[in-house]
């Protein structure tokens, strides 16, 4: 989960509208041209992916593809992962049905804190 909630976290818009993950790569991209030894901003990288886990990674950002974006986050609903499923000729164990609404609960909960972020930074200007 702690690679997910790192992605996702890295997904965060910023002020110019990019995301917190191209600002700190073009930072350092821009640094190594000076000093190829220039070691990555905090935050860049982050845990990596279980390799077990990679096929629910992926199949999770496919589904959640889909997911409309906006002011009001909605959480994926057991028909869309039902849909996803028929479309893709997958039957999820009960297990995996858990572990994608895990992801799902981590990205909303990151879109949601990016959310309220903004309208904060909004509010106060």
Not at 6 to 33: I, K, M, V, Y
Not at 50 to 75: F, S
């Amino acid at each position: 989960m702690a690679f997910a909630e790192h992605e996702f976290a890295l997904s965060e818009r910023q002020p110019d509208g990019s995301t917190l993950r191209a600002t700190l790569h073009s930072g350092w991209r821009q640094r190594l041209e000076r000093n190829p030894r220039f070691p990555p901003p905090d935050g860049l990288f982050g845990p990596p992916c279980p390799e077990a886990a990679r096929y629910l990674w992926d199949w999770y950002l496919d589904l959640a593809r889909g997911r409309p974006a906006g002011e009001h986050p909605a959480r994926l609903s057991s028909q869309e992962i039902k849909a996803w499923c028929d479309l893709n000729g997958v039957r999820l164990r009960p297990w995996e049905v858990t572990a994608l609404r895990r992801l799902d609960d981590a990205e909303f909960s990151a879109i949601v804190q990016q959310l309220n972020k903004a309208r904060a930074l909004a509010a106060g200007r």
